[in-house]
Nanobody, 124 residues
Framework: QVQLVESGGGLVQAGDSLGLSCAAS????????MGWFRQVPGKGTDFVAG???????RYEDSVKGRFAISSDNAKNTVYLQMNSLKPKDTAVYYC??????????????????WGQGTQVTVSS
């Protein structure tokens, strides 16, 4: 089992920055991908960014150049730095882990474990 706990959400204004953290605990795996997804009420869970165990990253087009994903393997923590936030970035953000992966999947069904989510609200 893997436990994921997100933190860092909140209310910000358009143009502001916000950082999210995802701390992982439990069983460890040598090959994995960590992803950030977001969901707004009434819609599906959309891929935002991901990072593989080897450091390869992947971003959804609308966040490229604004968001940055990173990881600290010693702390078992993944980060999502969000800059130049827009009202359309408002959502619940989830951290997820995909086990036995060498690449970063963008489909939510590829992920095995999920955090509880953290709300990000961007006001105009």
């Amino acid at each position: 089992q893997v436990q994921l706990v997100e933190s860092g959400g909140g209310l910000v204004q358009a143009g502001d920055s916000l950082g999210l953290s995802c701390a992982a605990s439990g069983r460890t795996f040598s090959r994995y991908a960590m992803g950030w997804f977001r969901q707004v009420p009434g819609k599906g869970t959309d891929f935002v960014a991901g990072i593989s165990w080897s450091g390869n990253t992947r971003y959804e087009d609308s966040v490229k150049g604004r968001f940055a994903i990173s990881s600290d393997n010693a702390k078992n923590t993944v980060y999502l730095q969000m800059n130049s936030l827009k009202p359309k970035d408002t959502a619940v953000y989830y951290c997820a882990s995909a086990l036995n992966r060498d690449t970063v999947p963008d489909q939510s069904t590829a992920y095995d474990y999920w955090g509880q989510g953290t709300q990000v609200t961007v006001s105009s």
